[in-house]
Every structure is written in C-alpha cells, then in structure tokens.
C-alpha cells in the first residue's frame, strides 16, 4: 500500500518537474511551407544534438509578412522569398537582414494516372491544355506565397499563362497547391520541388524539375526576430551547419556557400 | 499521431468560453426576455450577427481592432507586454463573442418560456425578485441555459475560420484540434487528420445529444 503510494507520488512528482527539464521556453518559428518537410528533420537533428525544442508553423511567407507586422510571437522566420525578411528589417521588426540558407526550385507534378505528361519543358502541358484535357491545374496563391508567383513566372515566361488562368486552383501556401495538385481534383500543378523529391510521393505522383532561369530566384532567407531567445539563436545558426546543410540539400534545396567562420 | 497539445488546448478554450459566457448569457438572457424596451429587437438582431456573418467578417475586424496598431491592442501590449492578436488570450476573446448567439438565444428562450404569469404569482405571494429567479426561474431555465452551455462548448471545438485568422495557428497556443487537423492534410498526413477528426466527430456528437436529452427533458416537464 504504501509502497503503491510512493511509486504514485514519485510519478506525480516527475510529470510536475518534467517542465524544468528544457527549462528555456520553446521558440515559435514561422517557416515557409516548402520546408515542411525539411526543417522537421532539421529540428528532429538539432533536438538530437542539442536537447532543445522548437515548434514550427508553416505557411505562405506573405501570411507571415503580415503576421509578423502584426506582432505575431515568432522568434524566427524562415521565409522562401527574401524581399519579406528586407522589409520586415526595414520595419525595425528584426535583428538585422538575417541569413541566405537555401535556393529553392519550381517543380511540376501530376498524380498518377493524369492525361498531364510530365517533363521539364513543359511540352507535355502545352500538348494536354490543346487536347482540352486540363481542367484544373493547382499553384499557390501568387498574391502572398513566393512559390505561387515564380510559378506564374514561369508559366508567362513559356506562354502557358493565358490558357492555364482560367483554370487554376489556387492553395493557400504551397504545401496546400501540392495537396490540391495530388489530390485527383487537379490533372497536376506547379510545386515546390523540395515536397515533391519526398520518397513517399514516388508512389502517388510524377515530377520534373523545372529550369531555374524561368524565374526569378527564390532566395530563402532566414531571420531572428526583435526579442529572439537563446534557443533560437542557436537554431539560426544550427542552420548554417554541416547537419542541417545536408539535410536542406537532400530535399532538393540549392545551398550557398557556406558563411566563412 | 494524435495532437494531444491541440486537443487540450481546444478542451481548455472551450471550458473557458464556456465559464465567461455562462454569467453574460444569464444577464442579457433573463434581460431580453423580460424587457419591454422598443431597441430590443434591434439589440436581439446584434447579438446574432455572429450565427450569419462569415468568419472571415468577424476574423478580419478581430484583426484591425485587437492589431497592434488599435487602441485595444496597444493597450493590451503596454499591459502585458506581449500583443493580444496570435495569443491564447486573443482566441479566446474571440470565442466568446463568436458563441454569443449560442449562449444567449437558448437561455433566453428558456425564461421566456417561464411567462409572466408566473412571475407575477410569485411577486403576489410576496417573493422579491432574487427569490423570483433563484427559486422559481432558474429551476425551470436551466435545462435551457445547460443547452446553450453545451453548444457554446460543441461549437468553440468547432470553430476554424476566426481562430485561423485571429491565432495564427501557433503549436500549443492557438493551435486547436481544428486547425491541427487542417495542418496535417496539409502536411500529407491524411492518418493523423482522419483520426482527430474521428475524435471531434465523436466528442461533437456526444454533446449535441446531451442537448438534445436535456431540451427533450424540458418540454416533458412543461
């Protein structure tokens, strides 16, 4: 009985200390939804090497712009196109331009079983959009996710643009136009290339890159904010080293140099 | 995986929304269902807005007035030195007045179902107004208050739009079982999403029979 007691007691005791184990509060960071699947595995390897936690939210970088002006709680805000960190800066919001992490590429998908060929030219869209046989064609929101805008980009810059506008759905970021892209409601889209290289795709959908010279850069760029913590700042530069690098160029992503130490 | 931060946080929220609009809803209930004022309609037709206007409507003038740049806002960051808009605290303002309709219009049609006469009875048998309610009124509304108070709850788990656009969908802070949901379909992890949406399904369903079984209880009685 009593032993039953104590072994009650020291349970309870160990859930009320537990907390003091990460004694640091756990940062916020806002990451562009092309990373979904990147920086959770470079999170998972800075947990590994660290102890310390984050919690990411993904989105589109725009919606975190605004967010952020705002003065939404994130410490650290990983975005797909740098022009939103520069004026986030210019605002006062951050502590200084922040870093150039990685360079991000346009990929075309389609799922399985679509009249949509796949290829890095595109000649297999422009043949199904004749054969009527697009209906619906998934990108992100062009307004406010960086991914959304190059792809329109691109579709100009190869005359695909005015056939292809009437028909397409628009997701929220790009993991959401990768979704609707896949989901069997689209014949395919234009994808961050980093979400399609995922081998669990291999199975549900066809891919090709696209030419990065359709488009502007997306220079993904990475910024503590005003007030960041310590943990944060050890994340932000965890992102500079050789694990997270590794990681960032498994997923497809195109590296800079590295920062000369 | 089950998201059992988000699940807690939705239980907490909705506990929450449900233990401030409790009070609020008995005031303006019992008010509006005695009140003779000329404006009453005017006032019963603003405190349902919430049940028509899209979320984005209630989640975009959230944003402008609690924003940083608001009176509101600036206010509550000179307070407490962190903004009121991507918080707990700004999610759950915005529970509260989105479930207003829910608390208030059941719990006023509780007490009007109540009838003057009988108040009047128990004026003439010498009970003051406190006796009134406390001995009469609420007795026979409570069936009626615990069915807003059950909505209101069902309906804060229910709630996407305005905690999206008002909470950021941060982890563990304004990241209800709703929005993890929405995030894990985003993530390709239709597993997780088809598990707690299983969950809230159930946990909805279990409540909205409670309010059934309690309105039910009421009509027998009456």
């Known amino acids: 009985m009593i032993q039953t007691l104590m072994r009650w007691g020291l349970a309870l005791l160990a859930l009320a200390v537990s907390p003091m184990a990460w004694a640091q509060p756990v940062p916020n960071i806002a990451a562009a939804s092309d990373l979904r699947l990147a920086l959770a595995a470079v999170a998972a390897e800075f947990r590994r090497d660290t102890g310390q936690q984050v919690k990411l939210t993904f989105g589109s970088s725009g919606n975190f712009y605004r967010q952020l002006r705002q003065g939404a709680p994130f410490q650290l805000f990983l975005s797909a196109d740098e022009d939103y960190i520069l004026k986030l800066a210019k605002a006062g919001k951050t502590m200084g331009t922040g870093q150039l992490y990685a360079v991000g590429r346009l990929a075309l998908v389609a799922p399985k079983g679509s009249p949509l060929l796949v290829d890095s030219k595109l000649a297999g869209l422009r043949a199904a959009l004749r054969q009527g046989k697009i209906a619906r064609f998934a990108i992100a929101n062009p307004e406010h996710a960086p991914y959304g805008e190059r792809a329109a980009q691109a579709l100009k810059h190869t005359k695909l643009w005015p056939p292809l506008s009437r028909k397409l759905v628009l997701g929220e970021n790009v993991a959401q136009a990768l979704q609707f892209a896949i989901s069997g409601g689209a014949q395919g889209g234009i994808v961050a290339y980093s979400l399609v290289l995922d081998p669990a795709f291999k199975a549900r959908a066809d891919f090709a890159l696209l030419p990065a010279s359709w488009h502007q850069p997306l220079r993904q760029r990475v910024v503590l904010m005003k007030g960041a913590g310590s943990v944060a700042q050890r994340f932000y530069l965890y992102l500079q080293q050789a694990p997270a690098r590794a990681i960032l160029a498994r997923h497809g992503f195109a590296l800079p140099k590295p920062p000369r130490a | ?222």
């Not at chain 2, 941060?170 to 993890?180: C, H, K, M, N, V």
Request: positive net charge.
């Open chain 2, 1 to 222: 995986m089950m998201d059992w931060q988000a699940l807690r946080l939705s239980l907490l929220l909705g506990v929450l929304t449900v233990v401030i609009l409790a009070p609020i809803a008995l005031v303006v209930g019992r008010w509006l269902a005695t009140t003779r004022l000329r404006g009453r309609a005017a006032i019963e037709a603003a405190l349902t807005l919430p049940l028509v206007l899209p979320p984005t409507v209630i989640g975009f003038y959230l944003l402008v007035g609690l924003g940083p740049e608001s009176p509101v806002g600036h206010g509550w960051i000179s307070m407490f030195g962190q903004p009121l808009v991507f918080s707990f605290e700004g999610v759950l303002f915005a529970s509260v007045l989105v479930n207003l309709p829910f608390a208030v219009q059941p719990t006023q049609r509780a007490f009007e179902a109540i009838g003057q006469d009988l108040r009047d009875a128990a004026a003439t048998c010498g009970h003051s107004l406190w006796r009134t309610i406390w001995r009469i009124e609420l007795p026979l509304a409570w069936p009626g208050i615990v069915t807003g108070a059950v909505l209101v709850f069902a309906h804060t788990l229910g709630e996407f739009g305005v905690v999206l656009m008002v909470g950021g969908s941060i982890p563990g802070e304004t990241r209800t079982l709703a929005l993890s949901i929405y995030d894990r379909v985003q993530a390709f992890d239709n597993a997780s999403a088809a598990r707690m949406a299983a969950l809230l399904m159930a946990i909805s369903l279990i409540a909205v029979t409670a309010s059934f079984v309690l309105g039910g209880r009421s009509r027998k009685r009456a």
